[in-house]
């Protein structure tokens, strides 16, 4: 059983539906990058579409740093738990396509323009 499952298992035993937050991060990149683009945020959505969850999360595409939260969850825990370790999954894959991340790094490192974080979309979600 994992430990998400067990987790639910005792709060559901106990009657505990206390409303939680979560954020993912990460808290490094690859060959000590400083930042990283972001990929993921649509299959994060996918899995928790229709769940009784807030969720926040930046662009995808964005340029994010280590410890920089990606994705806020808010909701009772019991309700996406089994989704926890697919959203840790994607959190810990490449964050972009090669040449994407490459071509980026190529013009930051020029001074050229990259793109830049436009702020924060709400992810599909239903209280």
């Known amino acids: ?14 009657g505990d ?7 993912i991060y ?3 990149l690859p060959e000590d ?13 996918a899995l928790l579409e229709g769940q009784p969850v807030d969720v926040w999360a930046m662009d995808e595409g964005v340029l994010f740093e280590p410890y920089q939260p990606v994705v806020r969850i808010e909701g009772t825990y019991v309700e996406w738990a089994q989704y ?12 972009a396509l090669p040449p994407r991340r490459r ?8 001074g050229r323009s990259s793109r830049s974080a436009r702020g ?8």
């Open 103 to 110: 071509a980026a790094r190529r013009r930051r490192a020029s």
């Open 84 to 95: 926890e370790t697919a959203l840790l999954g994607l959190s810990a894959r490449p964050r």
């Open 26 to 28: 990460l808290k490094s």
């Open 1 to 14: 059983m994992s430990t998400s499952a067990r987790t639910v298992q005792i709060l559901t035993h106990r």
């Open 120 to 127: 924060a979309c709400i992810l599909r979600s239903r209280r």
């Open 33 to 45: 990058w400083q930042w990283g683009i972001l990929a993921g945020v649509e299959e994060a959505a």
């Open 17 to 23: 539906r206390k409303r939680v937050k979560a954020e």
